[in-house]
């Protein structure tokens, strides 16, 4: 089991920024990646941006690779998720989760989870 703890959300305004954190504890060694997906009210799910954990290849959703960079350090076991140019539309509770399998930005391929971190942008 992986246990992963999302911190870093807040209250910001349009064009602000924030990093997001993802600490990841337990058997973090089948981990072969780390996405970040994100949530708003009413709507599905969607994937954000993955990492992969040995090599840090990075992947992003289109229209988030401009502003969105994800990141991670293998000593601290933890992925970052820095948003710059933050728009209302962002406004979502954001999550981490991990993978045995490989990138995908498919939810259903992402074994754990964590509880999500509220990220609400302000027009």
């Known amino acids: 089991q992986v246990q992963l703890v999302e911190s870093g959300g807040g209250l910001v305004q349009a064009g602000g920024s924030l990093r997001l954190s993802c600490t990841a504890s337990?058997?973090?060694?089948?981990?072969?990646?780390v996405g970040w997906f994100r949530q708003a009210p009413g709507k599905e799910r969607e994937f954000v941006a993955h990492?992969?954990?040995?090599?840090?290849?990075?992947y992003y959703a289109d229209s988030m690779k401009d502003r969105f960079t994800i990141s991670r350090d293998n000593v601290k076991n933890m992925v970052y998720l820095q948003m710059n140019g933050l728009k209302p539309e962002d406004t979502a509770l954001y999550y981490c989760?991990?993978?045995?399998?490989?990138?995908?930005?498919?939810?259903?391929?992402?074994?754990?989870w964590g509880q999500g971190t509220q990220v609400t942008v302000s027009s």
């Open positions: 989760a991990a993978t045995r399998f490989g990138y995908s930005a498919l939810v259903s391929n992402y074994d754990y």
């Open positions: 337990g058997a973090t060694v089948s981990m072969t990646g």
């Open positions: 990492i992969r954990w040995n090599g840090g290849s990075t």
